[in-house]
């Protein structure tokens, strides 16, 4: 199978990573990863051009190999790090860009936007109990990411980070998550 991971956080080796590398490390060895951290990848934000109203695609051009990985996928791994109630602005830009399968299913009556059909899995932490902005975040993506063909699976949160490590507890729920998929 091809996972895709989207990593929401700017920080190499934070709490959002860690939870992350828990959960690969419970993906078998056979499977091939693809991993792009939402950050580096500095998505364009959504002006509301109208493009993809009108046709398939995007008017801006940075996500193409961004989405070509994500149409031959057939899990997605989202972990995200809580930005007051939300998602930290990068990944906010890059949720905003799947526009074009709303536009595509709901405006052109398109059935399927992808290939074949995805599973997704979250992992959220929070430096606070975060358990409102988990759910902020789940329902975004619920809608947003059921217009690309994907339904979330399983979803995890990983809380008070700001006043704790996280430990093998957090990262035996990260890699239990492997299961749903
Ligand atoms: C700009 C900013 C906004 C944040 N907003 C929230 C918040 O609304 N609720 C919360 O529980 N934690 C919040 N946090 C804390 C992070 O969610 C927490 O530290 C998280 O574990 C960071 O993950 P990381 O180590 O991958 O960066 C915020 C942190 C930053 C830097």
Redo the contacts with the bound molecule.
């Keep these: 199978m091809n996972f895709l991971l989207i990593n929401g956080?700017?920080?190499t080796l934070?709490?959002?990573?860690r939870l992350l590398g828990a959960f690969l490390s419970a993906v078998p060895k056979e499977n091939k990863v693809k991993r792009f951290d939402v950050c580096e990848l500095s998505p364009a934000a959504c002006n509301a051009c109208g493009y993809c109203k009108a046709s398939d695609g995007c008017s801006k051009k940075d996500l193409e190999s961004f989405f070509g990985y994500y149409a031959e996928a057939d899990v997605i791994i989202i972990a995200t790090?809580?930005?007051?109630?939300t998602v930290p602005a990068p990944m906010k830009a890059l949720l905003d860009r799947f526009q074009r399968f709303y536009e595509a299913k709901h405006r052109r009556g398109a059935k399927n936007v992808f290939p074949k059909p995805k599973k997704a899995i979250l992992l959220v932490?929070?430096?606070?109990?975060?358990r409102v902005?988990y759910e902020i975040i789940k329902r975004q993506l619920e809608t947003v990411l059921a217009n690309a063909d994907t339904e979330i699976s399983a979803s995890m949160l990983a809380?008070e980070?700001?006043s704790r490590t996280l430990d093998q507890n957090d990262f035996a729920k990260a890699k239990d998550l492997i299961r749903y998929i």
């Design positions: 956080s700017p920080r934070g709490n959002t990573d790090p809580v930005y007051n109630f932490t929070a430096g606070g109990d975060g902005g809380g980070t700001d």
